[in-house]
Each structure stands twice: as structure tokens, then as C-alpha cells.
């Protein structure tokens, strides 16, 4: 799908910021009758220890009509220097007929993740992120981008333009990241248990926090040591056992990101 911030050419997104929002449920209004486009009424941004939930809200649709957008704009850091030229780090893109998407910063391009979800319904855009993709302030913006109209009685085609909100920079929300701690871990490995002469690599890895959540989390760095002495780099946390490690003991300590915080989990094995 063609990108639409670079479809529409927003510069505004790179103004100063305009309205500040605190945790919890913000709301903020954007003037009506302004467009006849897609009209944005308001952008709800509610930052919770859950993540970040955006909903964008419509006047005059219930539905967006083929050639018709919306977008949603997070920059999940409220950093400028990081993400795109403007800034953002994730955007959600509603097109009518379409299915939405959701495209992340991501080695200097964006490109589509299932990490955070887009929804419509009820004339509304809802864009949800999870607490470990931002921090803990963010800056929000949107844009409802009209289809072009036909032209009457010779008149030339009217082009309906593209509605901001807010009409300069992004509004601001705090994200609250409260202290959790670690009750269990959930690991598994390919194959499940070591075997001499064979790989032996980290396959999925969640948390389960004091709050009760269960939630996905990124290993950032993986090391091992075979009878007590350092074994491979395990960068990708993937190992390749020796064909004579029958036997030894196999320990790993992987540490893992959820959020703000970063959590260290240990591993012993017997070699197969």
C-alpha cells in the first residue's frame, strides 16, 4: 500500500506541538464543517500501563468512501530525531474498501506490522499500540484525506483537501510505564531440548507480570556457557552444540524487554 503521509505531503507534523494531554483519557476536538471530506470531530488518546489506544473520530461519515483516507500518526518517543522525517515512528492507514494497515520505523523505511492493531467501525478510526513499542510520552496526529469530486455545470473537479488534526503539530500524551514485576516466563526452544551436534535456538519468550497480564516479550541479548565455561556469542540466540556435549550442563541467561524495563531469565539444560 503507497504511504499515504507521503501522498498527502504533510509539513505540519513538523511544527511545534500544540496541545499537551496528561495519562489517562484525553480528548481532543477538531473544528467540524471544515471539509467536505472526511471530517475529523475529535482524536481520543488514552495511555494506560496496557499501551496506547487512538481513536479518531468522523462527523460526517460512517463509512470512508473508495479514494477516501484516514491516518493516524504516532511518534512513539515524541523525539523528532528518530523515525521519519517528521518524526513518526508508526502510522495506521484507513482506506475506504480496504482493509486497514498498520506500517512501523524500521531500518531506515517503513514497513507492515501485525504488532499493533487497526480497526474501524462506528465512523471511527481505532488504532491500539502496545506499552512496548512506546514510551512514555508520545506525540499523536491525524489526517482525513477526500476524494476528489466530480466537476458540475463546467466547473473544474473540486479537490476537498486533507483535514488536520490538530491543524499544526501533534497532540502530546503521557503514557504511564508502572513498575511490574516478573511472576513466571514462558520459553521455548527448537528443539525443545538441547542434542549434541545439533542447533539449538530460542523459539518463543513471554511474561507473565504481578498485574496478571501475559504479554510477548523481545530478547535482547542471549549468552550461554557449556560445563561452566563461555560458550558461542548467541547474538541471535541460536547455538550450535558441540558433537561431544553429551552429558554437559547448558545454561543460559537471556535478558528480555518488556516496555521500559528489561527482564533477566535463566535456562539449565543437560545436553541430549
Known sequence: MTRMRGRIGIAAVVAALVAAGVGGAETFTDPV?????PDIKSVDAVGSAQGLVVTVGLANR???????????DVDTDNNAAT???SGIDLYA????GQDPEVDIWKDGDFDVTDAAKATWSGGSAH????????????????????????????E???????????????????????????????VTFTPSFPRSGRKFALRT??????????????????????SGKAFGKGKACT??????????????????????????????FVVR
Do not use: M
Open 83 to 85: 523515525g521519519d522525517e
Open 33 to 37: 464543517g471544515d471539509t467536505p471530506g
Open 205 to 226: 519468550l513471554s511474561l507473565v507480570l504481578s498485574d496478571g497480564s501475559r504479554v510477548a516479550a523481545k530478547p535482547t541479548s542471549c549468552s550461554a556457557t557449556l
Open 93 to 96: 492507514v484507513f482506506v475506504g
Open 156 to 186: 473544474p473537479a473540486q479537490d476537498p483537501g486533507t483535514d488536520l488534526a490538530p491543524d499544526n503539530g501533534a497532540y502530546t500524551v503521557d503514557v504511564p510505564h508502572a513498575a511490574v514485576t516478573l511472576r513466571r516466563s514462558v
Open 239 to 268: 547455538w550450535t552444540l558441540p558433537a561431544k556435549a553429551k552429558g554437559k550442563r547448558l545454561r543460559l541467561s537471556i535478558a528480555a524487554t518488556y516496555g521500559a524495563q528489561t527482564y533477566r531469565l535463566t535456562r539449565i
Open 127 to 154: 488504532l491500539t499500540v502496545p506499552l512496548s513499542l512506546i514510551g512514555s510520552k508520545v506525540a499523536v496526529s491525524a489526517q482525513a484525506f477526500g476524494a476528489e469530486q466530480p466537476p458540475e455545470s463546467g
Open 62 to 72: 460512517n463509512d470512508l468512501q473508495e479514494d477516501e483516507a484516514v491516518e493516524i
